[in-house]
């Protein structure tokens, strides 16, 4: 295997730490070293090679305390301009016609001065400024599974042909979806995606797709950030809802997200409406994710919802509508739960606060019943799926914190066993509320999402006991029952994510987190195979035991022609499959004969193949070899594996795009 290059995420090292060349956590407000020193923390302009704020947030309130008291030298004001609260970005149902830099429309909680100050001291590594947006720090150039071979370019070079901060122009995706197919595209996504992701209002994404297909009854509405909201609303659908023939769906879908990168530039705005772009091309990277470094865009977007103020609550005020309250929550939880889910993969620390969260769930009536002039709380219950799965990364994100970071438990727990048993109650907890949830659902049409949830729930609750019995930084050695239980969980993990990828038409199919579980849990099966080998083999025949290990190869095999880094964790899991498989094997063998089978010392099991690193820079490096993310696509390698899944797109569809997946020229 070749040896890939550790990343890992570029931190902003604050001007004490920087003099001094010393490294820095940059954590916020205050970074380590400078804590200890008992110093202010301040941070450090390059491109004026002057000291600058470290949160955008501190320095913004503090701005606007001195330009709000009388008695302060700075108190100025713009003369005509009022000193009202402007309505949020994302609450904004208008044009973007050609309105100029510092109206209304385009800015967060602040009058027009704040948000010019906030542009000019936005520190450049978030990629959220006009002059290098942030696509372009983490977006590469791609291989999809397609014969025409791989398109990408140099993103970081702005005089490349190829760049994304200077792209050449290309053909209208958009004209290669018919208005037929695209309409079903679309309220598919009304009905099963934005409700799991609220990032948008039903209402802006409405707009931006009228905008386009029906332009002669919305004259003027056509816009840069509408086409890039359309665009990848059909890449996300085509994604999600393709069942078979998924390599021309998805190469359909990456040339209608390619067409969008070149109005990053335009819609990658320092403001919410800017969030928003990047959250929607992030739900598209789950699902091809050799795009972009995931990790690293969801660690910047986590940077910039700190420094737009969304991990707290705005302040009461009668200014601040219900509308644009419920807006900055939603972007927050659908933010906060895009990296912790990552994170939790990779074992990581996540910026966002992961305890006593400051921003309560958004409402989760349908968006009809959302409007400027307020929330009817009696509309239509529809949003039932995201706020069930922000609770499950509750869950998760406490026990990675606590297991991998150091994070102490609550005192009222008293010790580990116990804290683990009351994180075992809460997931068993939320997954009976869920079904509870389901059985009690009248509404018909809500019926196939529900089935959606239960099987989201029964592979959430064995992945968490997963997690919570398996080895770690802070149990490097489970007990023997603790591995069997994880044993038990991760086959039922795997089987679970797939039958989600075989589901129906039009239901959610995303890839990274599956494949990543999926691979997860195939090692904690094969470190727990060889330690637990007579108490597996008291509990299941030597042939139920060869089923749950074809089951992982059955997963990625299925998987592989949605995203083919998965053919690369097959290869991996069934070479590290084999010694053990002969292990258990021969130990089985000679338990039939009655011949004894000496234990070998936990402690020398645990050493070596089967075990998982205990160091944390070891458990990084570990995962890193086998991230399909970490390299591009070395290849269509699909060719050596069968599916059972038939590649018929009219039938799927009942419908014809009549063109080929459109090529860079």
């Given at each position: 295997?070749?040896?890939?290059t550790?990343?890992?995420?570029?931190?902003?090292a604050?001007?004490?730490?920087r003099?001094?060349?010393?490294?820095?956590?940059?954590?916020?407000?205050?970074?380590?070293?400078?804590?200890d020193?008992?110093?202010?923390?301040?941070?450090?302009?390059?491109?004026?090679?002057?000291?600058?704020?470290?949160?955008?947030?501190?320095f913004?309130e503090?701005?606007?305390?001195?330009?709000?008291d009388?008695?302060?030298?700075?108190?100025?004001?713009?003369?005509?301009?009022?000193?009202?609260?402007?309505?949020?970005?994302?609450?904004?149902?208008?044009?973007e016609?050609?309105?100029?830099?510092?109206s209304?429309?385009?800015?967060?909680?602040?009058?027009?001065?704040?948000?010019?100050?906030?542009?000019d001291?936005?520190?450049?590594?978030?990629?959220?400024?006009?002059a290098?947006?942030?696509?372009?720090c983490?977006?590469?150039g791609?291989?999809?599974?397609?014969?025409?071979?791989?398109?990408?370019?140099?993103?970081?070079d702005?005089?490349?042909?190829?760049?994304?901060?200077?792209?050449?122009?290309?053909?209208?995706?958009?004209?290669?979806?018919?208005?037929?197919?695209?309409?079903?595209?679309?309220?598919?996504?009304?009905?099963?995606?934005?409700?799991?992701?609220?990032?948008?209002?039903?209402?802006?994404?409405?707009?931006?797709?009228?905008?386009?297909?029906y332009?002669?009854?919305?004259p003027?509405?056509?816009?840069?950030?509408?086409?890039?909201?359309?665009?990848?609303?059909?890449?996300?659908?085509l994604?999600?809802?393709?069942?078979?023939?998924?390599?021309?769906?998805?190469?359909?879908?990456?040339s209608?997200?390619?067409?969008?990168l070149?109005w990053i530039?335009?819609?990658?705005?320092?403001?919410?409406?800017?969030?928003?772009?990047?959250?929607?091309?992030t739900?598209y990277?789950?699902?091809?994710?050799s795009?972009?470094?995931?990790?690293l865009?969801?660690?910047l977007?986590s940077q910039?919802?700190?420094?737009?103020?969304?991990?707290?609550e705005?302040?009461?005020?009668?200014?601040?509508?219900?509308?644009?309250r419920?807006?900055?929550?939603?972007?927050?939880w659908?933010?906060?739960?895009?990296?912790?889910?990552?994170?939790s993969?990779?074992l990581?620390?996540?910026?966002?606060?992961?305890?006593?969260?400051?921003?309560?769930f958004?409402?989760?009536?349908?968006?009809?019943?959302?409007?400027?002039?307020g929330?009817?709380?009696s509309g239509?219950?529809?949003?039932?799926?995201?706020?069930?799965?922000?609770?499950?990364?509750?869950?998760?994100?406490?026990?990675?914190?606590?297991?991998?970071?150091?994070?102490p438990?609550?005192?009222?727990?008293g010790?580990?066993?116990?804290?683990?048993q009351?994180?075992?109650?809460?997931?068993?907890a939320w997954?009976?509320?869920?079904?509870a949830?389901?059985?009690?659902?009248m509404?018909?049409?809500?019926?196939?999402?529900w089935k959606e949830m239960?099987?989201?729930?029964?592979?959430?609750?064995?992945?968490?006991?997963?997690?919570?019995?398996?080895?770690?930084?802070l149990?490097?050695?489970p007990?023997?029952?603790?591995?069997?239980?994880a044993?038990?969980?991760?086959?039922?993990?795997?089987?679970?994510?797939w039958?989600q990828?075989?589901?129906?038409?039009?239901?959610?199919?995303?890839?990274?987190?599956?494949?990543?579980?999926v691979?997860n849990?195939?090692?904690?099966?094969l470190?727990?195979?060889p330690?637990?080998?007579?108490?597996?083999?008291?509990?299941?025949?030597?042939?139920?035991?060869e089923?749950?290990?074809?089951?992982?190869?059955?997963?990625?095999?299925?998987i592989?022609?949605?995203?083919?880094?998965?053919?690369?964790?097959?290869?991996?899991?069934?070479?590290?499959?084999?010694?053990i498989?002969?292990?258990?094997?021969?130990?089985?063998m000679?338990?039939?004969?009655?011949v004894p089978?000496?234990?070998?010392?936990?402690?020398?099991?645990?050493?070596?193949?089967?075990?998982?690193?205990?160091?944390f820079?070891e458990?990084?490096?570990?995962?890193?070899?086998?991230?399909?993310?970490s390299t591009?696509?070395?290849?269509?390698?699909?060719?050596a594996?069968?599916?059972?899944?038939?590649?018929d797109?009219?039938?799927?569809?009942?419908l014809?795009?009549?063109v080929?997946?459109?090529?860079?020229?």
């Amino acid at each position: 295997m070749q040896s890939r290059t550790k990343v890992r995420r570029r931190v902003l090292a604050c001007a004490r730490c920087r003099k001094r060349k010393l490294s820095c956590d940059g954590k916020v407000p205050s970074c380590t070293r400078c804590v200890d020193a008992g110093v202010a923390c301040v941070g450090f302009d390059s491109s004026t090679q002057r000291e600058a704020p470290r949160s955008i947030a501190d320095f913004l309130e503090m701005h606007i305390a001195s330009l709000e008291d009388p008695t302060s030298p700075t108190s100025l004001r713009r003369p005509g301009r009022p000193s009202a609260v402007f309505p949020s970005p994302a609450a904004s149902h208008e044009s973007e016609g050609h309105a100029g830099p510092w109206s209304p429309e385009k800015c967060t909680y602040a009058d027009g001065l704040v948000n010019q100050a906030m542009e000019d001291i936005t520190p450049s590594f978030l990629g959220i400024s006009k002059a290098r947006p942030i696509l372009s720090c983490v977006v590469k150039g791609t291989q999809l599974p397609s014969k025409k071979g791989p398109v990408g370019g140099t993103d970081l070079d702005e005089n490349h042909p190829r760049s994304i901060i200077n792209p050449r122009p290309l053909p209208n995706a958009l004209d290669a979806v018919d208005f037929k197919t695209a309409s079903g595209l679309f309220h598919n996504f009304l009905d099963r995606v934005i409700t799991q992701y609220p990032i948008y209002h039903r209402n802006d994404v409405s707009i931006a797709f009228n905008s386009i297909y029906y332009p002669a009854s919305n004259p003027g509405h056509d816009s840069p950030r509408n086409r890039y909201i359309v665009s990848i609303i059909m890449a996300i659908t085509l994604s999600t809802a393709a069942r078979t023939n998924q390599k021309q769906a998805n190469a359909m879908a990456y040339s209608l997200v390619r067409h969008a990168l070149q109005w990053i530039p335009d819609v990658a705005t320092n403001d919410l409406r800017g969030l928003q772009a990047i959250l929607l091309l992030t739900q598209y990277i789950f699902l091809n994710p050799s795009m972009a470094d995931v990790w690293l865009l969801t660690g910047l977007i986590s940077q910039a919802v700190i420094d737009l103020g969304l991990h707290q609550e705005l302040p009461n005020d009668l200014k601040i509508t219900s509308f644009e309250r419920d807006m900055r929550r939603r972007l927050f939880w659908c933010a906060w739960e895009m990296e912790v889910a990552v994170c939790s993969i990779f074992l990581r620390p996540v910026n966002l606060p992961i305890r006593n969260i400051d921003v309560a769930f958004p409402v989760e009536v349908d968006d009809t019943a959302i409007t400027q002039a307020g929330i009817d709380p009696s509309g239509r219950i529809s949003k039932f799926t995201s706020r069930r799965i922000w609770q499950f990364r509750m869950i998760e994100a406490e026990i990675i914190s606590v297991l991998w970071h150091g994070d102490p438990i609550f005192k009222e727990y008293g010790s580990l066993e116990l804290w683990m048993q009351k994180c075992a109650a809460s997931m068993l907890a939320w997954h009976s509320e869920l079904y509870a949830a389901a059985n009690a659902n009248m509404d018909s049409s809500f019926e196939a999402r529900w089935k959606e949830m239960e099987l989201y729930a029964d592979i959430a609750y064995p992945y968490i006991m997963v997690v919570l019995n398996r080895p770690s930084r802070l149990i490097p050695n489970p007990a023997v029952e603790n591995l069997v239980t994880a044993f038990t969980n991760a086959v039922q993990v795997a089987d679970g994510y797939w039958q989600q990828s075989n589901a129906d038409f039009g239901r959610i199919k995303y890839v990274f987190h599956p494949c990543h579980h999926v691979f997860n849990c195939a090692l904690v099966f094969l470190q727990a195979l060889p330690r637990c080998k007579a108490e597996i083999s008291e509990r299941y025949t030597y042939e139920q035991v060869e089923d749950c290990m074809g089951r992982f190869s059955r997963f990625f095999s299925t998987i592989a022609e949605r995203w083919p880094a998965a053919a690369r964790c097959l290869e991996e899991y069934e070479r590290l499959l084999v010694p053990i498989k002969k292990e258990y094997a021969d130990f089985v063998m000679q338990k039939s004969s009655y011949v004894p089978q000496q234990m070998a010392p936990p402690a020398e099991v645990v050493d070596g193949l089967y075990s998982y690193p205990t160091n944390f820079d070891e458990a990084l490096t570990f995962w890193t070899t086998f991230n399909p993310t970490s390299t591009a696509d070395a290849g269509d390698t699909l060719g050596a594996y069968a599916y059972s899944v038939p590649h018929d797109w009219n039938a799927e569809f009942s419908l014809n795009f009549g063109v080929e997946p459109m090529s860079e020229v």
